[in-house]
């Protein structure tokens, strides 16, 4: 096996990690107090094709495979993971199924512009009493005419208040469970279309999630999004996809963790010499150093999987994303210890890393909805591989 970077892949992953470096790092702490959203960065990351990145270059995208995608939000997560999860998102939730499912003329209206960065995407599934769930979403859309009337709230919108484009599941079948279920494109500037809260929340404030709520909101019928009763089929596999982007948040945020803590480390003075001397650190960092990379590992898999089709990648993308996100939320804890009371000031910044960690075990499929995924493939196959 031959686990080795190509050249392009290497270009791509130095590049971001410059960009953000130098672009977003002397920034982020005022804007995270400030919860602004760092929209003059993402549009630079547009550029540099970020935003497109597994859509073909005659799509406007950047056409790399998934490991190069899997580099690009790792560095982004590195130095901030907010920005990551609006690149996860409009790359993975909202690009890739239009690619996959719209018609020529859906993909001439938005994916062009997605993949460039000129709107991003938003992915409107989960409801106040519809998230691990799905199947059980209550929005509603009813054909009239040439236009669906769609009715119904939705929660946790990531970039939900500044996308130009959402993929939004609703029943056009009630009666009919999961393939009741149907996709839209949904611009902001349909009638109905309302955004009424912004969430509150522990980390990630860069990244903004809201409630939308539909009131009548007409939606052309030539937005519908492949045919009805397929939405959930839409929205569970681009979910499978997303979460190869989750995991390599995961491991950016760990690895931006390590590095922070172990700078301390070296540092850090106690008892006439730095606390990187003391076996009780040294191991921390040891610990965490071999967590990342066998996570890191795990989610490069998942991505091969992803291009190869040779499997399915619901399993793989589960095992990333598990261990994947409970690792970063190890790694964030024992950095905040190694930097003793300064980690749990606002002024360390992986202060910010363990707030932003918390929430990866939660979305796009919570650990024990991957344990459940994990289980059922292992069940199925008896054990073997």
């Keep these: 096996m031959d686990f080795s970077l190509t ?19 002397p920034i982020v702490r005022k804007y995270e107090a400030e919860k602004k959203f760092p929209a003059a960065q993402i549009k630079k990351l547009g550029e540099l094709g970020c935003c497109g990145m597994l859509v073909p270059e005659e799509w406007g995208g950047a056409g790399t495979d998934t490991i190069s995608y899997a580099l690009m939000i790792e560095e982004v997560a590195r130095v901030d993971a907010s920005t990551a999860v609006v690149l996860s998102v409009t790359n993975s939730v909202a690009a890739v199924p239009l690619l996959k499912h719209g018609s020529e003329k859906q993909k001439k209206k938005y994916l062009h512009r997605l993949s460039r960065g000129e709107i991003l995407g938003a992915f409107c ?16 859309a009813v054909r009239t005419g040439d236009h669906y009337v769609l009715n119904g709230t939705k929660i946790w919108v990531t970039n939900g208040d500044v996308a130009g484009v959402s993929v939004v599941f609703a029943k056009t079948d009630p009666n009919a469970g999961a393939r009741g279920v149907t996709a839209f494109l949904v611009e902001p500037s349909f009638p109905g279309f309302r955004i009424t809260g912004h969430e509150d929340k522990m980390g990630l404030r860069l990244s903004h999630s809201v409630e939308i709520v539909f009131e009548d909101c007409r939606v052309p019928a030539e937005n519908r999004l492949g045919e009805e009763g397929q939405g959930l089929k839409i929205a569970l596999e681009a979910l499978d996809g997303g979460r190869v982007g989750i995991a390599a948040q995961a491991v950016g945020l760990a690895q931006g963790a390590l590095e922070a803590a172990t700078r301390y480390a070296k540092q850090r003075r106690t008892f006439g010499k730095p606390i990187a001397e003391y076996q009780a650190i040294q191991w921390m960092l040891a610990d965490m150093e071999t ?12 991505a091969w999987v992803r291009d190869s089709g040779s499997q399915r990648l619901g399993p793989h993308a589960a095992r990333a994303k598990l261990y994947a996100s ?10 905040v210890q190694v930097h003793g009371s300064l980690g749990y000031s606002r002024e ?11 929430v990866l075990t939660i979305y796009e499929g919570t650990s024990e909805m991957q344990r459940m995924v994990i289980a059922r493939d292992l069940l199925r196959g008896a054990g073997g591989r």
């Design 291 to 302: 967590e990342i990379e066998a996570a890191r590992a795990l989610t490069h898999y998942a």
């Design 125 to 140: 599934l989960t409801e106040p009493a519809a998230g691990s769930d799905a199947a059980n979403i209550q929005a509603r």
């Design 7 to 25: 050249s392009d892949q290497i270009l791509i992953r130095d590049t971001v990690r410059q960009f953000m470096e130098t672009e977003m790092r």
């Design 326 to 335: 409970e690792m970063a939320n190890r790694v964030a804890y024992k950095a």
């Design 348 to 358: 360390s910044d992986v202060e910010r890393m363990y707030r932003d960690a918390r």
